[in-house]
């Protein structure tokens, strides 16, 4: 079974600045995605990135960024120029390859604040 | 991107009644939907993966016939809490799935049900 890890339950970072939420997952597949999803206080689960294992680019998007370690089974988010607004719990999820659809396995969160 | 409605978003019912959440897709034919459960300050915990057309798939620990679940359409999956009790209060959450492997998955704004 696939499990994943989020080692910091809460974090805070200043406006404008990085931060950087930590993940590492265990697994024995080799084809399989990653993913951070955000959680506002109105609960609505928000995509945030998306990685596929067998890219070994980092995936990005605007603001924010992800470190793909495969071997070290690692997956952070960075989040640059941190606004008010990405104040909000951030799971990292793990789905792996199938023929058909797979559910998520979710890490615990971590509880980003970012302070004005 | 892809939009899944919830519908009620809150319900408060007596003990002993039954209780029916819907989870649509409203701009794809989502084949697999799949249902979690967030206790306050936690992570999403699976409860079922429910493929269109076939008897869903239930996690360990989670009773198939307190928690029934519909798939009937492509866009329509619902989740009926027979006989809710208190410990049933919780807030549910769906989410839908492409046909595509590997497809990320798009999460409806949840549900937050309370028995009294």
């Known amino acids: 079974a696939q499990t994943v890890t989020q080692s910091q339950p809460e974090m805070s970072v200043q406006e404008a600045e990085t931060v950087t939420l930590s993940c590492t997952y265990d697994?024995?597949?080799?084809?399989?995605?990653l993913f951070w999803y955000k959680q506002p206080p109105s609960r609505q689960m928000i995509l945030v990135i998306r990685?596929?294992?067998?890219?070994?680019q980092n995936a990005t998007e605007n603001r924010f960024s992800v470190n793909f370690q495969k071997a070290a089974k690692s997956f952070s988010l960075k989040i640059s120029d941190s606004q008010l607004g990405d104040t909000a719990m951030y799971f990292c999820a793990f789905m792996r390859h199938s023929s058909g659809n797979t559910p998520l396995v979710f890490g615990k969160g971590t509880r980003l604040s970012v302070i004005a | 991107g892809a939009v899944v409605s919830q519908h009620p978003s809150r319900v408060i019912c007596k003990s002993g009644t039954s209780v029916k959440i819907e989870c649509r897709s409203l701009d794809f034919q989502a084949t697999t939907m799949f249902w979690y459960r967030q206790f306050p300050k936690q992570s999403l915990m699976l409860m079922a993966t429910?493929?269109?057309?076939?008897?869903?798939?239930?996690e360990q620990g989670v009773e198939k016939d307190k928690f029934l679940i519909n798939h009937a359409s492509l866009t329509l999956s619902t989740l009926t809490v027979t006989s809710a009790h208190p410990e049933d209060s919780s807030f549910y959450i769906c989410s839908a799935t492409r046909t595509s492997p590997g497809d990320t998955q798009y999460f409806g704004p949840g549900t937050r049900l309370t028995v009294l």
């Open positions: 429910s493929n269109e057309g076939s008897k869903a798939t239930y």
């Open positions: 990685q596929e294992a067998y890219k070994q």
């Open positions: 697994t024995s597949e080799n084809n399989y995605y």
